[in-house]
């Protein structure tokens, strides 16, 4: 389900934006390409240092939508790629999505656990 440029996009430099929505309308957060990491069973792993807004969005509405790229990828019209990420998310302090990433990262409080409906190339 993950494209191979996706794993290319997610491996170079670059921003991530995730959107959310809770009771007080939208809200976005950043963090970097390399920080994501794929589970064993396809889902979506960012680690969570704060993200705490993000949180409690998920948790009021767990529907996100993601998006990244990378002008170091070759794209679907030349050089640069970006994706669309469509998913729900949910936020873990244990367990194995959660150890993966505290295993790289050590200020991670939680893993944001993103289940993928869909992966769209846009550009």
């Not at 194995?96 to 200020?107: N, S, Y």
């Amino acid at each position: 389900m993950v494209p191979e440029a996706l794993q290319e996009v997610m491996k170079q430099d670059g921003v991530v934006a995730i959107a959310t929505t809770g009771p007080e309308g939208p809200h976005m957060v950043n963090t970097w390409n390399s920080y994501l990491k794929i589970s064993e069973d396809g889902k979506l792993l960012i680690p969570a240092g704060y993200m705490h807004h993000t949180e409690a969005n998920c948790a009021f509405n767990p529907h996100v939508l993601i998006t990244l790229g990378s002008s170091k990828v070759t794209g679907l019209h030349g050089p640069g790629a970006g994706f669309l990420i469509k998913g729900s998310a949910q936020f873990v302090t244990s367990g194995p999505d959660f150890d993966l990433l505290k295993e790289k990262f050590a200020w991670l409080r939680a893993s944001m656990v993103v289940a993928i409906d869909s992966v769209t190339q846009t550009w």
